[in-house]
C-alpha cells in the first residue's frame, strides 16, 4: 500500500496539476523545508499528513507565493514557475483557505467572498452592491451554503465563515481557465461533525473540477476522504499512501517513524477517583448564556462537558477562570467559598484555563517561549520579588524537555514554532508551579497531531493521577468519552444529563448526542 | 465526530447589539441638547441652532478626513500643519493683498490639491518608511507649518476675492454657504465609504489589514489613498478657515487636529479601526460643537470650559461603551 | 560645587569691538505680523551697524525658549547682546539670571514679574513695555465714545496667564467705572487667536443678540476675528471694535472706519531698540551705571490710533536714528510702576 | 510524571541560547546612532556646537523630557498612550510653587505624590470605565489644565525662595548638571526595576495582546494603573525639574512638552501600538528630540526650514530605529 518517497514515472500518467521538486525552506534555527517532493494529480484529493511543525503549512504558503522558498521547483501543469504573491498563485489557479480563518470581520460575506477580484461588481472603484450580491450568490450556491451574502462576516457563525472562505477561493476559478487547485489547511479542526459532512460532500464535488490538498490531524478524515495520502516528516516528503484499505495507525507510523500505541486515550492510566469532599463544586450558577449549572468534579477526576454551539458551556469555563460574569449561584474548591472576579482570584485558587484561541488568547505571539511559559507563576522563575534568570531557564528548560516541545531555544519567539509546539508551551504554563488544583482545558488538542495530542491525553492521565481536577471541552466527542471520568451534556445553556463514563463502561457517541440536540 | 467550536463562536455580536451600539452617540447628543435647552433659552433660539451648525462646518470637513484615517486604524495629527499651508496657498493665489493673482476656483483648487500632496506624502512615509502614523503625519504636520510660515513671508495675506469670501457669509435656507459645503463633504464622504474600494478598503484595513494582503490586495496604495483623501479634506478645511478670517494665517489649523479625532471618537469611531464611518464622526462633531457652545451659553467659567468639556466628553464615551463592556474585552 | 557653564565677566563691559558684537532677536514666531516686523526691526539694525541678527523662534512654547536661552548662553557670551520677548512673566528670571550668570547683554520686553528689576542686574540692561493697562483703557474709553457713552459690550480676553491679557482687561475695567454707561455683557478668552474669536463672537452675538454695541478685544488679531464674524453675522458697521497692537490690517480697518481704534506699539522698533541698546552697551559707547534708573525699567511711548491719526501709522515710522546710542531711550513714556 | 513519547530530535539543543545575530544587536543601538549622527550634523553646520559647555546644556535641557518621556513610555508599551502627562506636569509646577512656601522641602515629594495619584485615578477611570487611554487622557488633559488654571488663578506663581529645589539645579563633579543625573538615575531605576522583575514580561504581554496576557492569569489592570501611576510621578518630578530651572510655575509651563514627549518615545524605537520598546530607548529619544528642538535654531537655521527640518528629521528617524521584525502591522 505505501510506497517509497521516489517519484512516480510521468510518462504515462497524465500531466500532474502541481508539482513540487526538492523545495527548500530555511528560518532561523530551523530547516521547515528540507527537499519536499509533492505531486498534486488532476481531479485527486490529496491529503497531508505530519506531525506538528513537520512543514504542511509552509509547504503550502510556498505554493500560494507567500513563503519564498529557498531551492527547489513548483510546476503548474508540467510548466516551471515562480510564485511570487497570492495573486500570482491565483492567476495560475493555485488557490487556500488558511489554518487560521482569514476574513475581514467587518465586511460583509460578499465582500469577503470577492476580496480581490471583484471583477463586475467593482466597476471604477465603484461598488455594484446589487452585482455583488449576485456573484456572491453564485459562489455560495456552489458549495450550497445559505447564508445571506450581505450579512456582516462577524455575525456568522464559525463554519458559516469556513464556508465563506471556501466559497472565496472558488473565486479562482474565474482567473485560469484550468482547473484550479484548492488547499485546504486544516480546515476541519474548528467545524462540527455535521458540518464536516457538508465539506467533505463539497470536498468530493470539487474533485469534479478541481484538485484539492487536504491537511487535517485527525487521519481518519484524510482516509475518508482523500484519495491519497503524502506524509511529511521534518521537512521532507517520507512516503505515500493510497487511501483504499489503509488504517490510520499505519499513517501514524510513517508520520513520527515509529508505532503508536492503539490506546490513544491511555484508558488504561485512568486512576480511580475517590472523592470525599469535591475539589470544584458550583451550585446554581448562572450568567448571561448558561443557567442554574451544577457541577462536582473531584481531585484526580476528568469531567468533560460537551454540547452543540451555543450551549453555554464555554462561557461556564470562562466563568469558572473569572473572565465571564456570573449573576448567581456559589463556587467552592475543596469546600471553600471563593468569589472570582478576574483572572488572578481564579489563578490565586489554583485554577488554571488554555482557551480554544491559541493565536488570540492563549500566547503572547512575540514573546519568547520562556516567557510565554513563565508568564503566570511567578514564584517559580523567582527569587523574592525579582526574577532569577538561571532558575528561571532551569525551569524551562526542564518543561521543554519533559513536554518535548520543539523550539530552536527558550528564547524563540512562540509565535515561530508550530501549533501543536506552542500548544504545549500554553499548557506548560500551568504546570510548572506545581500547583495547580484544577484546570479548565477548552479544545486543548485542536490543530494538534497525533504524537502531540497523544503527548497531552498522557499529560492530563498523569496530572488527574496527581490529584489536579480536570474540566475537559473535548475537540471531539471520542475524545470526550475516552477521556472522561464523567460526560456533562449541556443544551441551551442548561446541563440535560449526566453520563458515568467509567473505564470499561463508556457510553456511545451516539447516546451523547441524542441528548446534545 | 466533533462536537463544537468553543470561542470561534462570535460573542454577543447580534445585528441588534451592533444598533444598541451605534445608538450611544445620537443618544448623548440629544441628551446633552435638552439639558443646555432647558438651562439656556439664548441657547434654544433658531438663530443659536444656526450658529452651532455653521461653526460646526470646518470641524466636520476635517473630521471627515480624519475618520477615513481612523478607520484604518492609522491615526493622522497632520491637520494643523496641512491646514497652515493651503490656507496660505490659498489666500496668495485668490485676489489678495500681497501679489496680483487672482485664480479664484482654480486657487482654491490648487490649495485643496496642496492638501492630497501633503496627505500623499504621510501615506508614502507610512508604507515606504514605515513610520507609524502617529510619527508620519506629526513629521508632517511641522512640514506644513514650515512651507505655511515660508509662504506668510512676515506679511498677513488678507483674501479680497468676493466667492471665497461670500462662503462665509452668504446664506442659503439659514446656513451659510460652508455649511452647505460641509454638507456637501459628508454626504461625498459617506458615498465613499460605502459605494466605494477606496472606502470600502479602508475599513476593512481597521478589520483585518493582513487577511488583505492574504487576498491578494496591495493594501499599501490604498493606504497612500486614503492619507490623500484626507489631505484634500484638510486641504478644503484650510481654505475654509481662510474663508471665514478672510486672511491667510499659519495658525489656520490650530487645534482641529485633537478636536477632529475627538468628534470622531466621541461619534463612535474605534481609534483601533475597523468601526465606525463619516455619519458617526458627523453625530461626534455637532456633539462636540453643542457642548464648546453650550458651555459658553450657560455661562461656564472661561476658566473651567476646557475641564467641564473633558470630563463630559470622557463621560460621553464611557457612557457610550457601558453595554459593550465584557470583563476580556481590550482596550487600548 | 555649584557652577560648571558660564563664566560671567561683566568686567568685559565695554571692551568688544563693533564686529564681535553677537547679536539675538528672539520671538515667539515669525509666522504673525507683529513679531515678523519685530524680527525685521531687528534685522535692519543690525544690517545698519554691520552685523547679523540671529533669530531665534519658540513657537509660543516656554520650555523651548529656555532651552533655546541656555544652548546660547553655553555658547561664547563674550559679546552677546540678546533682545528677548519672554514667553510669559514666569520665563524672564530664569533668562535673566542665565544671561547674569553668562555675562550676556539682555534686554528684555513685555513680560517681567514686578518684582525682578534690571537694576539688581549688571548686564540685564532694560526691560521695555506698554503700558497695559493704559492701553486697554484707551481703547475702552474710545469704544465708549463711539457708542455713545452707553450700551452693551463684549469683551475678548488674551491668554489667560499672561501679563498683557491681565493688564489690558484691568484697563478696560478702569474704563468701565468712568463710563458707567456702558455695560460690560460678557467677557470669553479668544487666547489672542483670530480664529477663536471669531466663534466666540459668533456665539457671544446670538448670546446677547442686538444688545451688543461693541466689542472690546485685547489684542488686533481678535479684533480682526470679531469684524469678520461681525460680517458673517450680518451686523458690520452696526457694532464698534477695538483693539490693540495696530498690527497693519488693524490700522487699514481702523483708516477705513470698519474698526474703531487700535493702539500702537512698534513691533519694527522694538526690533531694533533692544539690539541697539545691548549693542551700545557692549561697544562702551553707553555705560550701564549712567543710564538713568527710569530707564532700566520702562513703558515705551503708544498713541491711540482712530481714523483722525490712523494715515499717520499706515507706514512704519521707524527710522535709523532712533537707533543712535544718544537716542535709544528717547521713547520712554515713563517708568515702569 | 514520566517524559513522554520519544520525538524526533530537534534541529537544535532546545537549551542552546542563541546569541542575537549582528543585524539584530544593530537595531538595538539604532537610537545612539540616530543621536550620533544628529550631533554630527549640527557640528558640521556649526564647529562651536561640539563643545563640553554646550552639551552640557543639552543634557540640562533634555532632563524633564527625558524624565516625562520616561514615564509614558511605560503606558505605551502597554498598549496605552498618555496625552495628559505635560498638562499634569504643568499642575505640579503649580502646586509646587503653591506649596513650597509651607511645606518647604517636604514640598517636592508631596507633589510628585499626587501627580503619582493623579495618574493612577486616570489609569483607573481606562480599566474600569473601559474608555481608551486616548480619551481619558485627552479628557484628563483639559481637566488638568483647568484646574492648573484656576488654583494658580490664571498666572504664574512665583517661588521667591526656592532654595528645596535648587539642588537640581547644581553640577555633579563640575559638569554633569544634577538634572540630567537624575533623569538618568530616574530612567535607570524604573529600567532596572521592569527588567528585573517579572514586570517586565507582563507590560510586554500586556502591550502584545491584552487578552492572552489577562487569561494567563497577569494583573493586566494592575500593570496598567501602575503604569499610569509611575507616569504621573515622573510628570510630577520633571515639574520640579522645571520649577528648580524657571523659579516659578504656571498653569501652561510645561504643555508643549507633550507631542516633544510622544516623539521622544517613537523615535526611541518603542513600537506606538505596545510590547516592544525599552525606557532607554526613550532616553536616546528624548536626546534627540532636544537636539532638534535647541539645536536646529542655534546653529543658525532660520524658523521656517527648522519646522521642515524637524519633520523630515523625525520620520527618517522613525523610520531608522524602529525595530520592524518586533512589529507586524505599522498602523
Ligand atoms: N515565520 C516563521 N519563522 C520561523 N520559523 C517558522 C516560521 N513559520 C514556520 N516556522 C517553523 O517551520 C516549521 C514548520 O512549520 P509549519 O507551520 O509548516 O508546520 P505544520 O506542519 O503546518 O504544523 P501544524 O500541524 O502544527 O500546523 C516549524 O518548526 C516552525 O517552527
Ligand atoms: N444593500 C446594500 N447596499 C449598499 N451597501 C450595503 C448594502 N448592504 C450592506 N452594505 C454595506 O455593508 C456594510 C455592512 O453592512 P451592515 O448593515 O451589516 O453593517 P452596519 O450595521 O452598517 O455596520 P456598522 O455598525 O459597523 O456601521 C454597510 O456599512 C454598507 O456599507
Ligand atoms: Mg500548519
Ligand atoms: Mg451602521
Known sequence: MSVPAEREPTTSAPVPALEVRGLVKHYPGVKALDGVDLVVRQHEVLGLAGENGAGKSTLLKALVGLVTPDAGEIYVRGEAVKLRSVVDAANHGIGMVFQEQSLVPNLTAAENILLGSEGAAVRRGVYRWDVMRRLAQEQLDKIGSKIDPLARTDTLSFADRQMVEIAKVLRIEQRSQHPPVIILDEPTSVLESKEIETLFAQIRRLREFASVVFVSHRLDEVLDVCDRVTVLRSGQSVGEVATAGAVPRELHRMMIGSTGSDDHYHENAAGPVEAEQPRLSIRGLSGSSFRDIDLDVAAGEIVAIVGVHGSGREDVCRALFGIEPTTAGEIRMDGKKISLPNTRAACAAGIGYVPAERKTEGMVGPMSVAENMTLTKQKARCAGPFVAPKKQAGLVDRWIDRLSIRTPSRDTPIQRLSGGNQQKVVLARWLIGGDIRLLLLDHPTRGLDIGARSEVYRLMRELAANGVATVLLADSLEEAIGMADRILVMNDGRVVTEVACPNGGKPSPLDLVKEMV | ?332 | SEQAAGDGDPAAAGACKPADVKLVGQVRNESNPYEASWLAGGDAFAKSVGLTQQRLTYGGDSTKQQEQISQILAGDTKCLVMNVLPNGDSDTAPIVKGADKAGAFLVTQWNKPADLNPADYKTWISHITYNGVESGKQIGDALAKSIGGSGGIIALQGVLDTAAAKDRFAGLQASLKENSGVQLLDQQTANFSRAEALTVTKTLLTKHGDKVKGIWAANDDMALGALEALQQAGRAGKVAVVGIDAVPDAVTAVQSGAMTATVSSDGTWQGGIGLAIGFCVATGKLEVKDIAADNRAFFAEQFLITKDNAADFAQPKTNPSDFDCANVFKRVAGPLK | MSTPVAMQPVAEPATGRNGPRPAKRLTGFMPLIALVALVAALTVADPDFLTPRSLTAVARTAAPLIVLAAGATLIVLCGGIDLSIAALASLSTVLLALWLPNLGGMATPVVIAVAAAIGAVQGLAHVLLRIPSFIVTLGGMSILSAVALVVSGAGTVRVVDDSPVKWLELYVGGYVPMSAAMALLVVALIAAVVKATPLHSWISATGYSESAARLAGTPVDLVKIGAFCVSGACAGFAAVMLVSRQFSGGPTMADNLLLPAVAAIVVGGTAITGGHGSLWRSLAGALVVTLLRVGLPIVGVPSAYEQILYGVIIVVAVALTLDWSKVSIIK
Request: proline residues 3%; positive net charge; charged residues 10%.
Open chain 2, 1 to 332: 465526530m466533533t462536537v463544537e467550536s468553543g470561542a470561534a463562536v462570535p460573542r454577543r455580536n447580534s445585528r441588534r447589539g451592533t444598533a444598541f451600539r451605534d445608538a450611544g452617540p445620537p443618544v448623548a447628543l440629544v441628551v446633552i441638547f435638552s439639558v443646555f435647552a432647558v438651562l439656556s433659552p439664548q441657547f434654544r433660539s433658531i438663530d443659536n441652532v444656526q450658529n452651532i451648525v455653521d461653526a460646526a462646518a470646518v470641524l466636520a470637513v476635517v473630521t471627515c478626513g480624519i475618520t477615513f484615517v481612523l478607520m484604518m486604524g492609522s491615526i493622522d495629527l497632520s491637520a494643523a500643519g496641512v491646514m497652515g499651508a493651503s490656507a496660505l496657498t490659498v489666500s496668495l493665489l485668490v485676489a489678495n493683498n500681497r501679489n496680483d493673482n487672482d485664480f479664484g476656483l482654480v486657487g482654491i483648487a490648487a490649495a485643496v490639491v496642496l492638501g492630497c500632496a501633503f496627505g500623499c506624502l504621510s501615506g508614502l512615509a507610512l508604507v515606504l518608511l514605515k513610520v507609524p502614523s502617529f510619527m508620519a503625519t506629526l513629521g508632517v504636520s511641522a512640514i506644513g507649518l514650515g512651507v505655511a510660515t515660508l509662504m506668510f513671508a512676515g506679511v498677513q495675506p488678507n483674501i479680497s476675492d468676493a466667492m471665497l469670501k461670500s462662503w462665509a457669509i452668504e446664506r442659503f435656507l439659514g446656513l451659510s454657504y460652508l455649511t452647505w459645503i460641509a454638507a456637501a463633504c459628508i454626504l461625498l464622504g459617506w458615498l465613499v465609504q460605502r459605494y466605494t474600494r477606496l472606502g470600502r478598503y479602508a475599513f476593512a484595513i481597521g478589520g483585518a489589514e493582513e487577511v488583505l494582503t492574504l487576498s491578494g490586495v496591495k493594501v499599501k496604495p490604498y493606504k497612500v489613498a486614503v492619507f490623500t483623501l484626507a489631505g484634500a479634506f484638510y486641504g478644503l478645511g484650510g481654505v475654509m478657515v481662510t474663508s471665514q478670517l478672510g486672511a491667510g494665517l499659519v495658525q489656520a489649523g490650530n487645534g482641529y487636529d485633537f478636536s477632529a479625532i475627538t468628534a470622531a471618537v466621541v461619534g463612535g469611531t474605534l481609534l483601533t479601526g475597523g468601526r465606525g464611518g463619516i455619519l458617526h464622526s458627523a453625530v461626534g462633531v455637532v456633539l462636540v460643537m453643542v457642548l464648546t457652545n453650550g458651555l459658553v451659553q450657560v455661562g461656564v467659567s472661561p476658566y473651567w470650559q476646557g475641564g467641564v468639556e473633558g470630563l463630559i466628553v470622557v463621560a460621553a464615551v464611557a457612557a457610550a461603551v457601558i453595554p459593550q463592556r465584557r470583563r476580556n474585552q481590550v482596550v487600548k
